[in-house]
């Protein structure tokens, strides 16, 4: 069974400044999505981006980007710039890329990094 | 498109009662799921569906029972509450293979309290 791991319960950033939230994961399969979900106190999940294993370039999405590394299993997100509406609860997730009727369901989650933003 | 609806948003149950949480989505998605959030562990999959008339079990399934008889509806049963089961329930559709998208849509949540 596939694991995700959030080692940073809270992270807080300076408005303007960059941070990096931490994500690792563990699978025996070589096909796979990972992706980064926020979650504002208004519960509502919100896909921030995604990453396609198969794809060795980075993903990016305006300010949000990833260091995905496939051997150390670990996918990080990068906020450059943080703004105050980037307050939030950022989630972990992966999914596998096998579409049959067992998996192509499921994602797994992190425990999710509570992140603050500083005026 | 109104994506993936739930209802209610907030509900109390005492101990040992019954009720529905609701979910319908609008966007012709074959696959949807139902997820629990508590504290500290993320979001954890409790049923899915990968089409009308076939569900089947995810990770924390004990407690509760699904239906597909519809591709819109997919509503989640608790036949007997407990206070374990105080949490947030999100709802969620994907598209099938072919169309084009990745994601999974979420609703905006039920936050059911057990008393």
């Known amino acids: 069974a596939q694991t995700v791991t959030q080692s940073q319960p809270e992270m807080s950033v300076q408005e303007a400044e960059t941070v990096t939230l931490s994500c690792t994961y563990d699978?025996?399969?070589?096909?796979?999505?990972l992706f980064w979900y926020k979650q504002p106190p208004s519960r509502q999940m919100i896909l921030v981006i995604r990453?396609?294993?198969?794809?060795?370039q980075n993903a990016t999405e305006n300010r949000f980007s990833v260091n995905f590394q496939k051997a150390a299993k670990s996918f990080s997100l990068k906020i450059s710039d943080s703004q105050l509406g980037d307050a939030a609860m950022y989630f972990c997730?992966?999914?596998?890329?096998?579409?049959?009727?067992?998996?192509?369901?499921?994602?797994?989650f992190g425990e999710g990094t509570q992140l603050t933003v500083n005026p | 498109n109104a994506g993936v609806t739930q209802t209610p948003k907030f509900q109390v149950l005492k101990t040992g009662q019954s009720m529905t949480l609701q979910c319908a989505q609008d966007?012709?998605?074959?696959?949807m799921s139902w997820y629990r959030q508590d504290p500290g562990m993320g979001l954890r999959l409790i049923h899915y569906?990968?089409?009308?008339?076939?569900?089947d079990q995810g990770e924390v399934p004990n407690g509760y029972n699904v239906s597909r008889s519809t591709t819109e509806d997919f509503p989640l049963r608790l036949l007997s509450a407990a206070p374990s089961q105080t949490s947030v329930y999100f709802c969620?559709?994907?598209?099938?293979?072919?169309?084009?998208?990745?994601?999974?849509?979420f609703g905006p949540g039920t936050r059911l309290t057990v008393t």
């Open positions: 966007m012709n998605h074959e696959y």
């Open positions: 997730a992966y999914r596998s890329a096998d579409w049959g009727e067992t998996s192509g369901s499921r994602l797994t």
């Open positions: 990453q396609e294993a198969y794809k060795q």
């Open positions: 569906s990968v089409g009308a008339g076939i569900t």
């Open positions: 969620a559709s994907r598209n099938t293979p072919g169309q084009g998208q990745y994601e999974q849509y």
């Open positions: 699978t025996s399969e070589s096909d796979y999505y």
